[in-house]
């Protein structure tokens, strides 16, 4: 698709309004995935992984959850687990009487890793993405990205 409007064209078609979203995010990521690697030695979706045991109630998610937070499928999660039990930064634990049911629980060592990563991860988004747009501009964009990821979000009937 050869584009022949300028970003500002009111009548931009969702198409293009797409191409330019998918574009910019893949872009952001590979520089967010560049930056962690060349920094912290790890990449993005470890980050994703650590980001969302650090924020879980007790540092800790029953796996599907974590699968579902991170967007990730069961297979992806369980190497990832596995890659990152390995260097200390969690274990994965059997919850209660129910074997079956696992938990992955963020160490120490991974909460430190964490917290190393996130400020090279907001350094990155600040001097591509936020420092770029007005406030207004970021208060549009999260209007409408929470109203398309509670959209997504939602289980179908």
Request: hydrophobic share 35%; with cysteine; proline share 5%.
């Amino acid at each position: 698709m050869v584009r022949t409007d300028s970003p500002d064209t009111p009548d931009a078609t969702p198409e293009e309004i797409w191409e330019d979203f998918f574009k910019f995010s893949q872009m952001l990521n590979l520089e967010i995935d560049y930056a962690l690697k060349e920094q912290c030695g790890f990449d993005l979706p470890q980050y994703s992984i650590l980001t969302a045991l650090a924020n879980a109630p007790e540092k800790k998610l029953q796996l599907g959850e974590l699968a579902r937070q991170t967007v990730f499928s069961p297979s992806r999660l369980n190497y990832r687990l596995g890659e990152m039990e390995k260097k200390g930064w969690l274990n994965r634990l059997c919850q209660g009487a129910d074997k079956r049911t696992r938990n992955a629980c963020l160490s120490t060592k991974g909460l430190n890793a964490y917290e190393a990563a996130a400020q090279v991860q907001m350094k990155v988004v600040r001097e591509l993405f936020a420092g770029r747009v007005s406030q207004s501009d970021l208060n549009a964009m999260r209007r409408v990205l929470s109203s398309m990821r509670t959209h997504l979000e939602k289980p179908e009937p």
